[in-house]
């Protein structure tokens, strides 16, 4: 059986994300070292094959490698940094967390009287690193392994990604995942109000709905919401608008104005001045690069 590396090697057809025959599962390359740069995490799982990446988040910093693994309960705005060896470029497996799955294991670890995470202050964090165990990384090769055929995706593949989960749930930081798997836990509600947010990002935000959506009153809502995310409910959508802003001008070559537009800004010049705040450079600096 071929590693992990080659397998991921073989996935990567150009820099950045790759899909793969199986739903939910992307594999991401870079060829070159970046410096600490803003950007936005889906909530998923990151697995690295080679190279190592560090996360910034409310002051604290994230290292993880090929022997940990990076878990996000919910998609954040972060900041991070790569680390590249010359000939060796960064290969991660990125897996999307299915709440259906997570939702169908945590109920049949209950079933089975496996004792849970006792309940502590990070099972509300929003993203966690953790060691991987040996079985956890046969199974992490074994699914690149099959990602190779879409006949083996479309067979092997689900069950897999149900065993990775599994693991995942026996790792010693896992109570964040059971906690996303509640209902009535503060990072369950939140991930709910925070679907809606991605999905009406562009449009004026109302607190107090989301709020609701997550059944809090509005400063019990700001409150968990900024422990969750490190950042206020504006704070965050801010950066979603500035994020997806710069996708726009970076992927497709759109406008400043009209990217502006796009992600709810108004003012071109009121974008134009937090773009330069977040990301140190200019919008039209992107366009140019």
């Known amino acids: 059986m071929t590693s992990l590396t080659d397998n991921l090697a073989a996935l990567a057809q150009h820099e950045g994300y790759n899909r793969t025959a199986l739903p939910g599962v992307g594999v991401f390359k870079a060829s070159q070292s970046s410096p600490r740069v803003p950007l936005c995490y889906n909530q998923g799982i990151v697995m690295i094959a080679q190279g190592n990446k560090r996360v910034f ?159 809090m009153s509005p400063s019990t809502f700001h409150r968990n919401f900024r422990q969750v995310t490190a950042s206020s409910p504006i704070q965050y959508v801010k950066k979603i608008r500035l994020t997806r802003a710069r996708e726009l001008l970076m992927d497709q070559g759109v406008r400043v104005k009209q990217a502006a537009a796009q992600v709810g800004y108004d003012s071109p010049t009121q974008f134009s001045r937090e773009f330069k705040r977040y990301f140190g450079h200019s919008p039209q600096h992107v366009l140019r690069s």
């Open 57 to 215: 988040l409310d002051q604290q910093t994230y290292d993880y490698n090929p022997d940990n693994y990076l878990v996000l309960t919910l998609p954040l705005p972060a900041e991070c940094e790569t680390h590249v060896e010359p000939g060796k470029p960064l290969l991660s497996l990125i897996i999307d967390i299915d709440l259906r799955l997570l939702h169908q294991l945590v109920r049949l670890f209950d079933e089975h009287n496996q004792p849970l995470p006792r309940h502590t202050l990070s099972e509300d964090k929003g993203l966690y690193v953790s060691r991987s165990s040996d079985e956890l990384k046969c199974v992490v090769e074994r699914l690149s392994q099959c990602l190779l055929s879409p006949l083996e995706s479309d067979i092997l593949g689900p069950g897999l990604l149900r065993e990775i989960l599994f693991h995942l749930l026996q790792g010693p930081q896992a109570a964040p995942l059971f906690s996303l798997a509640s209902h009535n836990t503060h990072l369950a509600r939140i991930e709910r109000s925070l679907k809606y947010l991605h999905d009406h990002f562009c449009e004026q935000l109302d607190v107090e709905q989301l709020a609701t959506m997550a059944n």
